[in-house]
């Protein structure tokens, strides 16, 4: 909403939408006039029809794009794969390395010199499509995970908005299982780098 509003995103709001009713970021869309929805899953039988339900509501919002950030549900696979090339998600790791919770605790446990965060196209698989971009910040020596995690924020929230720009202004799109950026295939992701801009690896 801020890269938005400070011009930065060729974008509009048609809702935003979550499964906790106090999330800040619906406070902050309201605050902004943008539409909100939550939904909560504890009104429904099975993972399967909140999944269905929510996004029926975010289709009649007229949306093209789904971004999810900071939504921790495993998504329904018919529902992940109705989105396909038309749902991005941010996940705090390089990718495929740290699929799922806790990576800051396991890139330390593992030793890596190197962390990141990876913006992806969602498919059935968790955390398992194509990657489009990402954004890496060295492991320091008394890193641990809430430094590591406060450092990563900032690039997280960088690497979110220049993907989102990318596919707004056609320069990023899902063809089959790859992505193409300016028309061409990616052998790698792209990398975000210090002007907030994205190149090839």
């Known amino acids: 909403i801020a890269a938005r509003v400070a011009g930065e995103l060729p974008i509009e709001f048609a809702l935003v939408a979550g499964d906790k009713a106090g999330a800040p970021a619906l406070r902050n869309a309201e605050a902004r006039g943008i539409p909100t929805l939550a939904l909560d899953p504890k009104g429904f039988a099975a993972r399967r029809e909140f999944d269905q339900a929510l996004f029926a509501r975010v289709a009649a919002s007229g949306a093209k794009l789904v971004v999810l950030a900071g939504f921790m ?5 018919a529902v992940a794969e109705a989105w396909r090339g ?12 740290f699929r799922g919770l806790h990576t800051h605790r396991r890139v330390l446990a593992a030793g890596d010199a190197e962390h990141g965060a990876s913006v992806h196209f969602v498919t059935p698989e968790l955390d398992g499509g194509p990657v489009i971009a990402q954004a ?6 008394g890193d641990d995970e809430e ?9 997280e929230h960088r690497l979110l908005v ?3 720009a990318a596919i707004a202004r056609g320069r990023v799109e899902l063809r089959g299982n790859a992505v193409h950026f300016d028309g061409e295939a990616l052998a790698a992701p792209l990398r975000l780098q210090a002007d907030g801009q994205l190149r090839r690896a």
Not at 86 to 97: A, C, D, G, Q, T
Not at 136 to 141: D, L, M, N, S, T
Not at 147 to 155: D, H, K, M, V
């Open 162 to 164: 220049a993907c989102v």
């Open 136 to 141: 890496r910040i060295e492991v320091r020596a």
């Open 86 to 97: 038309r749902m991005v998600n941010i996940h705090p790791s390089l990718l495929p390395k």
């Open 147 to 155: 430094t590591l995690a406060a450092r990563l924020l900032g690039q």
């Open 73 to 77: 549900r495993v998504l329904d696979g």
